[in-house]
Each structure stands twice: as C-alpha cells, then as structure tokens.
C-alpha cells in the first residue's frame, strides 16, 4: 500500500464521522492484502479502534473493526483500559466476548444489569460464549416484564423476554418457578 494511501485512510479514521469512517475501512479492506505490510495493518487496526472511541456513531465502525484478525485484541483490551464510554467499552466487549477473551465478560454484565442499549445482543454474546455471570440480572428483567395475554402481536418488550428466554435456555439454565408462572401461566 502506497504511503499516500495510507495517510488517506488514516486521516479518514481520525474524524468523528462514522460514515468516512466507516469508508475508510472498506477502502482499506478492499486492498489486495499482499499490498499490506505488518506494521501498516498494525496502524490501521489501532486508528480504526481510536475510530470506534472518537466516531459519532460507534456501532458501525465497530462492525468493521471486528473483522480484523487477532491483531486488533490488545488495541480492544487497551481501549477497555481507558475511561470511555459505556457504549464504545461494550462495543470492544462484544467483539473481544466474541474472540473469546474474556476481559470484555465484566462490560457485558454490566451492561444486562443496567438494560444499556446493547443488553440484549450482550446477554446473547454472554449466553453464547458460556458465561452465566449475567443470569440474575435477566431474571430480574423476567420478572418486570409485563405479559399481554391478550395482544394478537408480540410488544418489543415480549420480543427481549422471548431473547432472554433463548439466552437461558442456551446456558441450559431452569427458569425460576416464579418467572415460568407469571410467563406461561403455569
């Protein structure tokens, strides 16, 4: 890759705007990667992971970010180190959950127990994995939820229990009687 290149999607990545961003990699990921040496993918994976902290919508760019290799886990680990936001700090907790490490397993609890934004997809990440560190906190939900008997579609609210009823199940976890009671009526 050409330095002119990689000073283009450099800069690109260093802005707060997730769309050029998010161009940004797909530029770099459409490069033949025999054009790519170790050191410049090494800079494009830490300026892409400084992207996810910096950028005006994250989630995007932490799509891209997590289809780097296992180069971009130490920059991930670093990024959880910082303070940064809850939202970036479960983005690299989703992706590195994902890669199987295990420092990003406290974010995603944290996440279920305070319904961030991003708490279904990490009790998902958190079921999938095997943890079940976040199990209470979803019976806890459970047991807020509130059934609608009598509604012909499924409320958002019954679509998040029926994930996190998934989620246990996918742990091989007994729903609590109390929970299977108020849920199907038992």
Sequence with gaps: MSDLNLSSILSELSTCDSDRQVMALDQYFRLPTSSVSESQNRSVVSAAVKAMEIS????????KVLRFGAEKIQPLIDLLARNTSSEVATLAALILVKNNYNQGVPFLVDEVKHSGVYFVIAS???????????????????????????????STDDEVALSLLNDLDTLNVQVPSDIRSKLYGL
């Design 56 to 63: 005006d919508n994250p989630y995007p760019v932490a799509e």
């Design 124 to 154: 998902r990440a958190l079921a999938s994995a095997g943890c079940a560190d976040h199990v209470n906190y979803v019976f806890e939900k459970l047991r807020q939820h509130t059934v609608f008997l009598n509604s012909e579609f499924p």
